[in-house]
Structure formats: structure tokens, C-alpha cells
């Protein structure tokens, strides 16, 4: 089956850190560049990261830049991304998916849900 | 960056209606790299359209897309009762940052 399976989350206090994983199965997951999206509480959705299919090039929205970092393991079939410095304004749905046709999100994990708040 | 502006945030229809949902971006959209999403409750988003107006795999043929430049429509030629959701438009393209979503609108159940 092909799916994406995120963990990781959890209540974190501000200025603390995360990893987020992402577990990718059924397709060449080398192939593919690979994104973190996040959906806030109220929110609408908001493009996070991408991360080219060797991990060569990364970016980021501004507001998680120097933050937050993307990386994979193409050997793991694993993407993942370090949360540090979280602000209470980063809590939001963490989901995972995979670049698309015409620079789309052709498949999306359930998400992982990250709590900032002291 | 470029905004997209979705209309209306709300819309109430009954099914077997047709449902017409729009996303205005604030620039011309690259390459014609729009895309839509369905989102219910509990829920990752679906992708529905990309390119516009082509289908993703297993879409039925009632959701169509269409539009240029900055405006572009979501249509569903006849709602069916699992249709009633959140959808977002999305685009990709060079600016800062190089993808960005609409705030969503949601058709509910009149």
C-alpha cells in the first residue's frame, strides 16, 4: 500500500525541540522530492519544507528558517524534520507528503501533532 | 508571495446541486501550477486537481477545474452526500515562498 506514516509529535514547552519522522512505503521514495506541510489550529494549510529526492537542496518558509531543518534517509525510506527553538505559534497538524504533478501534494500522511505551550 | 483569496468562505448546498468555488491569486500563477484539495474532518487533505484542470487518479468525473492567470474554479457538477467538505487551492511558483494555499471554503449541507 502506498502510504506516509508521521511521528514524532508531542507537547513540547517554548524554545524546546522535536524530531519529526515520516515512514514512506510503496512507492520508489527516492524518486520523489518530499515537503512537510502544517495546519494550525483556526488555520489554514501552510507549506513547511521541501527536500530535493537526494537531499541535496532544501527550503523552508521564512518563518522556520534557521529553525527548522528537512532532511530524508533514501535507505530508511525516511523523511524527517528537526524542530528547535519552537515558539508557541509553530503548534499545528505536522503532515508529511509527497510532491505531486505540476508541483502538487499527491499524498499526505495522517499528521502529527505538535503542542507548543508552557 | 503570492495570495490566494478564496470565495465564498461558506457555501450551503443541498445535494444533487452544483457547487461553483472559486480562488483568485494575487499574480499570475506559474506554469499553471494550481492545484485543489478536498479536506474532511479528522482528515489529511486529498488532492482532487492539478495543472488547472487535469483529475488526480481516482477522482470522479463530477469535480472539474478551470481558469488562467489568476482566477481559477472548482466545480462539482452534482454534489453527492461525501462531497460536503473544507477545499483549498494551492499554488506553486518562484516567489517567496513558492507555495502557498487559500484560506479554504467549506460547503456545507444546506
Known amino acids: 500500500e502506498v502510504q506516509l506514516v508521521e511521528s514524532g509529535g508531542g507537547l513540547v514547552q517554548p524554545g524546546g525541540s522535536l524530531r519529526l519522522s515520516c515512514a514512506a512505503s510503496?512507492?520508489?521514495?527516492?524518486?520523489?522530492?518530499m515537503r512537510w506541510v502544517r495546519h494550525a489550529p483556526g488555520k489554514g494549510l501552510e507549506w513547511v519544507a521541501t527536500i530535493k529526492e537526494d537531499g541535496s537542496e532544501t527550503s523552508y518558509v521564512d518563518s522556520v528558517k534557521g529553525r527548522f531543518t528537512i532532511s530524508r534517509d533514501n535507505a530508511r525510506n525516511s523523511l524527517f524534520l528537526q524542530l528547535n527553538s519552537l515558539r508557541v505559534e509553530d503548534t499545528a497538524l505536522y503532515y508529511c507528503s509527497r510532491h505531486g504533478p505540476s508541483r502538487s501534494f499527491d499524498l499526505w500522511g495522517q499528521g502529527t501533532l505538535v503542542t507548543v505551550s508552557s | 508571495e503570492i495570495v490566494l483569496t478564496q470565495s465564498p468562505g461558506t457555501l450551503s448546498l443541498s445535494p444533487g446541486e452544483r457547487a461553483t468555488l472559486s480562488c483568485r491569486a494575487s499574480q499570475s500563477v506559474s506554469n499553471n501550477n494550481l492545484a485543489w484539495y478536498q479536506q474532511k474532518p479528522g482528515q489529511a487533505p486529498r488532492l482532487l486537481i492539478y495543472g488547472v484542470s487535469s483529475r488526480a487518479t481516482g477522482i470522479p468525473d463530477r469535480f472539474s477545474g478551470s481558469g488562467s492567470g489568476t482566477d481559477f474554479t472548482l466545480t462539482i457538477s452534482r454534489l453527492e452526500p461525501e462531497d460536503f467538505a473544507v477545499y483549498y487551492c494551492q499554488q506553486s511558483g518562484s516567489g517567496s515562498p513558492p507555495i502557498t494555499f487559500g484560506q479554504g471554503t467549506k460547503l456545507d449541507i444546506k
Open positions: 510503496g512507492f520508489t521514495f527516492s524518486a520523489y522530492y
